[in-house]
């Protein structure tokens, strides 16, 4: 059974920084690309970042570019987003899913598979 699991958010101040932690099971890491999402109450949920498993391609959202960072390990089965120079607007529940595709290509949110897990919450408030 294909699941993840997010953790790592928390509260942070403006300019801080987090790292999301993502763990999968029921499927081999090192064959698919994984991407994190963010849902804002009322908003839907957009793709912030894309790791490729068969290159070391990433993609980012425009909104989050050079302040986040998706890392992976396939041998510890786990995908990070590390996040640095927070906004207000970074605030929302982040999730991470696998995708059905190796390579983060320009329509990688709509490859998602898998039943989304429970996410983790991040919040940037001063």
């Known amino acids: 059974q294909v699941q993840v699991a997010e953790s790592g958010g928390g509260l942070a101040q403006p300019g801080g920084s987090l790292r999301l932690s993502c763990v999968v099971s029921?499927?081999?890491?090192?064959?698919?690309?994984v991407g994190w999402f963010r849902q804002v109450p009322g908003k839907e949920r957009e793709g912030v970042a894309c790791?490729?498993?068969?290159?070391?391609?990433?993609r980012y959202a425009a909104s989050v570019e050079g302040r986040l960072t998706i890392v992976r390990d396939n041998a510890k089965k786990t995908v990070w987003l590390q996040m640095h120079d927070l906004k207000p607007e970074d605030t929302g529940v982040y999730y991470c899913?696998?995708?059905?595709?190796?390579?983060?290509?320009?329509?990688?949110?709509?490859?998602?598979?898998?039943?989304w897990g429970q996410g983790t919450q991040v919040t940037v408030s001063s």
């Open positions: 790791t490729s498993s068969s290159e070391p391609t990433t």
């Open positions: 029921g499927f081999t890491l090192e064959y698919y690309a």
């Open positions: 899913i696998g995708l059905g595709a190796t390579i983060c290509h320009s329509a990688w949110t709509e490859r998602t598979f898998g039943s």
